[in-house]
């Protein structure tokens, strides 16, 4: 597969061009995991993109449908086991996605999680105490 970038949007955070392969539009969002940073893309119906040629930017709620996982059907590659988290307005939202998947995790590592987070927070507020500092 070749992409080729006709657009680009800085403020927005997502390209629109063209699959040179086999003359298919798509749409791509910046996201990162733990090993890289990469661009999901997905594709584009033609009538849309010829639709919003003049204006690309308006193709902005297709990129936050893509951000949202609304678009996966359309994906050109199927995500790895380890899927990017995706950017809203240039900031990782890693966390939220996060929170979002716990709901796959055993019993067993929920409590080893839960005890991380509260020696975490202990640590914090033992440091905040002897340091003079009021802890939250």
Do not use: W
């Amino acid at each position: 597969m070749k992409f080729k970038e006709l657009f680009f949007s800085k403020e927005k955070f997502f390209s629109v061009g063209i699959e040179e392969g086999n003359d298919t539009y798509y749409i791509a969002i910046p996201v990162s995991n733990r090993r890289a940073d990469y661009e999901e893309c997905y594709k584009l119906d033609k009538e849309i993109f010829e639709s919003h040629k003049n204006n690309l930017e308006e193709l902005e709620y297709i990129a936050e449908e893509c951000r949202k996982r609304k678009r996966d059907s359309d994906l050109f590659m199927a995500p790895g086991e380890d899927r990017g988290c995706r950017f809203e307005n240039g900031k990782d939202i890693s966390d939220r996605i996060i929170i979002g998947q716990l709901n796959h995790l055993s019993a067993l590592q929920l409590s080893f999680l839960l005890t991380l987070l509260l020696l975490h927070s202990i640590n914090l507020s033992t440091f905040a105490s002897l340091n003079g500092v009021n802890s939250i």
